[in-house]
Every structure is written in structure tokens, then in C-alpha cells.
Nanobody, 124 residues
Framework: VQLQASGGGLVQAGGSLRLSCAASGRTFSSYNMGWFRQTPGKEREFVAAISWSGGATYYADSVKDRFTISRDNAKKTVDLQMNSLKPEDTAVYYC??????????????????WGQGTQVTVSS
């Protein structure tokens, strides 16, 4: 599966952005999907994940109640709605696909397919 992330940009603190990840390939609906982020000099950080059916979602504590992950298997997309953004949310955001059990949702080593990343910058 190939992934293409979009929707990043510059926003003021307290604002919102919606990231989208478009997938190609016929087996998208069989993958658990995740969003990760990374800033220079730091390790990649888990943000959110959603099971293949959309029935289960998981969030990092730092984004819980502010971010919402969703997917549309018919359109082969997974979105990340980001509200109440903070300067510390500034990072390059990556979408990823995993064929592993959803129990590994926060482990980036279990995601075999990655998008190219989209920059999110939150100004104070």
C-alpha cells in the first residue's frame, strides 16, 4: 500500500488543522492505520491509531480529547482532526499502515508502510 499525507500548514495556537492520508492499493481496509510525528533530534512519537474496521481508536495522552482519528475504507483515507493546537504539536506528521495486531498500535516498528510526512507548525 502507498500512502500520501496532506493537510499540514501553519496555524496559531488554539487553531485547528485536518490531516488526510490517501492510500492506494486494494487491501487498505485490512490495515490498521496510525499517525506519528517527529521533530528534529527526537524519536518518532505515536499520536493516534485506528483499527482496520474503524471500531477501535487509540491516542497518545498528549493529544487525547484534542485530536480525532477516523477512516473511510471506501475512499481509502484516514484523517486526523487536530483541534486546540499547541506549539508543542509542531512536527512532521506521518501516516502509516500496519498489518500487525492492533495491540501494537503505538509501536512504529510494526508499521510497514509510511507516507512522506506533512509539516505542522503551531505558532504561539
Amino acid at each position: 500500500v502507498q500512502l500520501q499525507a496532506s493537510g499540514g500548514g501553519l496555524v496559531q495556537a488554539g487553531g485547528s488543522l485536518r490531516l488526510s492520508c490517501a492510500a492506494s492499493g486494494r487491501t487498505f481496509s485490512s490495515y490498521n492505520m496510525g499517525w506519528f510525528r517527529q521533530t528534529p533530534g527526537k524519536e518518532r512519537e505515536f499520536v493516534a491509531a485506528i483499527s482496520w474496521s474503524g471500531g477501535a481508536t487509540y491516542y497518545a495522552d498528549s493529544v487525547k480529547d484534542r485530536f480525532t482519528i477516523s477512516r473511510d475504507n471506501a475512499k481509502k483515507t484516514v484523517d486526523l482532526q487536530m483541534n486546540s493546537l499547541k506549539p508543542e504539536d509542531t512536527a512532521v506528521y506521518y501516516c502509516a499502515a500496519s498489518s500487525w495486531n492492533i495491540a501494537y498500535y503505538s509501536n512504529d516498528q510494526k508499521y510497514g508502510y509510511w507516507g512522506q510526512g506533512t509539516q505542522v507548525t503551531v505558532s504561539s
